[in-house]
């Protein structure tokens, strides 16, 4: 551990508004050197702003930036850059058709005369750097060649062309597998040896009690208070965030099933799924866990009517159906909120209301006419039963929390009044308060009658809300299990495509 | 200090920024030239711009929609063309539902490429743009054509008519504005158009039929140049056989400046028409302080590139900005 008392970096009484929002509220941080200092916060309490000012993409309103011990003012990340402050991108910021070494030194390319690039110096520096991240590619791939987690080390590897002060990890771990965020743990290591010192943007606690030194939590564009992590616990972290103790129990509660809803009988569509059974009750929350690719989300997309399978039966309340288009299955009680958020659920540009009542605006005329309070009725209805905090129906969903955003998609589907309600990733990129409501509110549903499928790539996730897991692996149902005979071990092993000797 | 100034003042007027240059062009002409604002002058600006500003209607709704349309011109000489033509051949009565449905089809086959096929916009309805001139031009053997009696038809109506003594091309234009700006703010299909130029994917994921919504724009365009064609035909009472040549771009200059977005999802009728009427003051005001026609063109390009570059700024937060 380096010794120097000064800060490597320090914030002090940040303030930022935005037009309607005070996004920063005279926030304080610093990060020694040698340091990994964790920043925690639910989404919208102003992280990724606290960051991009520090990156200089905004400028703070108020309040000064320390780099070691002089103020300083920057006002494009080349000059934060320049200050040693390197912000690692929770979205890769890539460009994919170039090569790995080409995107490491993106913008200060080596140059020999008459601006040439110098193509053999700028390969042996990224080499180096590659080299010194284990990775086990080198500078002339190409980016749109490499998997997400090698493109997440050339990003790292982009911050180490310069003497790093300080370095700000957002998500870095979002897109990697086990083994992968060994290898990021060294490297952060491996930093915070060399006295760098560290940000650490997360939500996943275990990752920030393995790795941090300290934790500084934010809330709503406040300051919130440091912690030593060696002295804290999760409960009282998770406290600091979201302002109370989280229920994270299962709900045990047995649920009374009623009559099977849905069904589906050999549905195939090579090479995506083959020969998928399996039935839904109403009053029964069903999870399908796999590893991305597995299929689920096309089984989904098929009951949606967005795919059409090659063979097999889709029943509804045991009559066969046929699901052509997303109005049949609209038409047929099924309603889907889709993987991605902001790219399949939500017209960004939109208001808040509007988007709510989206797949029912036909139904909602009077006349030729959409009926403005019948809209305002329907979304006030459900922000209220579903908490959703935004100042007004007129909001733009755009700036609204990834929460927010959700639970607008949720509702936009419960208005339909389905009987099926399909629920692709409900958390992804959603923080800890907001994740453990969206649990509660699918068990919740689940108790109000509808039929629910949940497909999910935590497991934990899987656990919480599921009656039963249907395990897939490779376009394959390898189990099927109920909530209370389900152990880890077994759905590991089952999504990995190792075969149980029981398959149910 | 004051480039903080202007940096934090610029987005706040940028986003009024359509309605600030036109009272500012308005008070500036104004001083200019005495004739500028008299009614007589105001009232032959709104009766030129209304053939442009019917086209910029429906083109309006198709930016909107998420795509583009640059064979409206063409498509106004094809439509003027024929109800002129067949003026004189079947008498209007029958001339101008055949030359509406004619120009409906060209409409259709635009909306069948791009809504349903899903090709890309610019390629398709520029190739439509000249294939569309071609049509013309066979159908007339490159001859102009026009209307033998043109005092003895109620066809004249349309272009020299007026109720009230205000001319029937501005009430035509006001009625289709006042009517689009309804189905598009207060309809369904509006808030479906908003959607799908908003976010094709998930409007989709939402069970709206997004090829038949883009389907319908293209097909609104067409009836809009349909009516800007019986407008133009009755005005002239002939037709050159490239009348429409260059009209696309204008139409589309209009639609930008009223700040309608190319991104789509975005955008207003109303504003639409303020983008026409400041562009046509513009094009007449060069005109009345002795400038040469052709200058228009320059000025008017310099005027959609600020007009741009305001609504990116408004957008980003700053006049300059090293990201989107």
């Not at chain 1, 913008?107 to 991240?133: C, H, M, Q």
């Not at chain 1, 020969?275 to 989300?297: K, M, P, Q, W």
């Not at chain 1, 049949?328 to 939109?350: F, H, T, W, Y």
């Not at chain 2, 400041?278 to 094009?283: C, R, S, T």
Request: hydrophobic share 45%; proline share 4%; net charge neutral.
């Amino acid at each position: 551990m380096n010794e120097k008392l000064e800060p490597a970096l320090r914030l002090k009484g940040i303030v930022k508004t935005f037009p309607g929002v005070r996004a920063l509220d005279g926030v304080d941080f610093e990060v020694m050197p040698g340091e990994v200092h964790a920043l925690l916060g639910e989404n919208g309490a102003g992280k990724s702003t606290l960051m991009k000012v520090l990156a200089g993409m905004y400028q703070p309103d108020e309040g000064q930036i320390i780099i070691a011990g002089q103020p300083v003012r920057m006002t494009t990340p080349i000059e934060a850059k320049a200050q040693g402050v390197v912000l690692i991108h929770q979205e890769l910021s890539l460009v994919p058709e170039m090569s790995a070494a080409e995107n490491i030194y993106l913008g200060e390319l080596p140059l020999k005369s008459f601006g040439r690039v110098d193509w053999t110096t700028l390969y042996e520096r990224s080499n180096a750097i590659l080299e010194r991240l284990n990775c086990n590619f080198r500078g002339e791939v190409t980016v749109v060649n490499l998997s997400i987690a090698n493109q997440q080390m050339v990003e790292i590897a982009r911050a180490l062309t310069v003497d790093a002060r300080v370095v700000v990890f957002d998500e870095p771990t979002a897109s990697l597998t086990d083994a992968e965020k060994v290898v990021l743990f060294e490297i952060i290591n491996d930093l915070k040896a060399r006295g760098v010192g560290i940000v650490y943007i997360s939500h996943r606690m275990d990752e920030i009690f393995t790795l941090s030194d300290r934790i500084t939590v934010l809330r709503d564009g406040s300051y919130r208070g440091t912690l030593t992590t060696a002295d804290t616990n999760e409960d009282e972290v998770t406290r600091l965030m979201i302002g109370r103790s989280l229920d994270l129990s299962r709900d045990t509660a047995t649920p009374t099933l009623g009559e099977t809803v849905l069904e589906v009988r050999n549905l195939t569509c090579a090479p995506l799924y083959r020969d998928i059974s399996f039935s839904v009750r109403a009053g029964e929350v069903v999870g399908f866990y796999g590893l991305v690719g597995a299929g689920r989300t096309e089984i989904a997309e098929t009951l949606f009517g967005l795919r059409s399978a090659d063979s097999g039966e889709i029943l509804i309340d045991g009559e066969k159906v046929q699901i052509g288009s997303p109005p049949d299955a609209i038409a047929l009680g099924i309603s889907l909120v889709p993987e991605n958020r902001k790219e399949q659920g939500l017209v960004l540009s939109m208001n808040c209301r509007d988007n709510m009542t989206l797949p029912q605006v036909q139904n909602l005329a009077s006349g030729p006419f959409v009926s403005s309070s019948a809209e305002n009725e329907i979304f006030d209805k459900y922000r209220e039963k579903l908490e959703i905090k935004t100042p007004s129906w007129r909001q733009t969903v755009r700036v609204l929390s990834g929460g927010n955003q959700q639970k607008i998609v949720i509702g936009k589907w419960l208005s339909m009044q389905p009987r099926v309600l399909i629920v692709d990733e409900p958390t992804r990129g959603i923080d800890v308060g907001s994740k453990s409501e969206i649990h509660a509110l699918l068990r919740a549903l689940a108790a109000q009658g509808y039929a629910v499928i949940v497909i999910s790539s935590e497991m934990p996730e899987v656990l919480r809300v599921s009656d039963r897991i249907v395990a897939m692996y490779n376009g394959r149902i390898m189990r099927e299990f109920t909530a209370d005979l389900v152990t880890e071990d077994s759905l590991v092993q089952a999504i990995s495509g190792i075969k149980a000797t029981e398959v149910a | 200090m004051l480039l903080n100034r202007l940096k934090a003042g610029g987005p706040a007027i940028a986003k009024q920024g359509i309605l600030v240059a036109f009272i500012l062009f308005m008070i500036v002409f104004s001083f200019m030239s005495d004739r500028f604002l008299t009614p007589d002058n105001i009232m032959s600006v709104f009766r030129q711009s209304a053939i442009i500003g019917v086209m910029a209607l429906g083109v309006t709704i198709v930016v909107i929609g998420g795509n583009l349309d640059l064979s409206v011109g063409s498509m106004l000489s094809f439509a003027t063309v024929l109800v002129v033509d067949l003026h004189d051949k079947v008498g209007p009565e029958l001339a101008i539902p055949i030359m509406v449905l004619a120009t409906l089809c060209l409409g259709a086959i635009n909306g069948f490429l791009i809504g349903i096929l899903r090709l890309n916009s610019l390629i398709v309805t520029l190739g439509m743009l000249s294939a569309i001139q071609g049509l013309v031009l066979i159908y007339s053997g490159g001859q102009n054509v026009d209307i033998v009696d043109q005092r003895g038809t109620w066809f004249a109506i349309f272009g020299r008519g007026s109720v009230l003594g205000i001319a029937a091309p501005i009430i035509i234009f006001g009625l289709l504005a006042i009517l689009f700006h309804v189905i598009m703010t207060t309809t369904p299909f509006g808030r479906k158009v908003y959607a799908v130029g908003g976010n094709p994917t998930a409007s989709v994921f939402s069970g709206i039929p997004r090829s038949r919504i883009v389907f319908t724009t293209y097909l609104i365009s067409a009836l809009c140049v349909a009516v800007a064609a019986i407008i133009l035909g009755s005005r002239v009472m002939g037709s050159q056989n490239n009348v429409g040549q260059g009209y696309e771009l204008q139409v589309l200059a209009a639609v930008i400046l009223g700040g309608t977005s190319l991104l789509g999802g975005a955008g207003s009728i109303l504003k639409t028409v303020l983008g026409v009427l400041m562009l046509a003051f513009i094009q007449n005001g060069l005109i009345l302080m002795g400038q040469p026609y052709y200058t228009q063109w320059l000025v008017t390009w310099v005027v959609i590139i600020v007009a741009v570059w305001l609504d990116v700024a408004a957008k980003r937060g700053r006049l300059f900005s090293p990201i989107a």
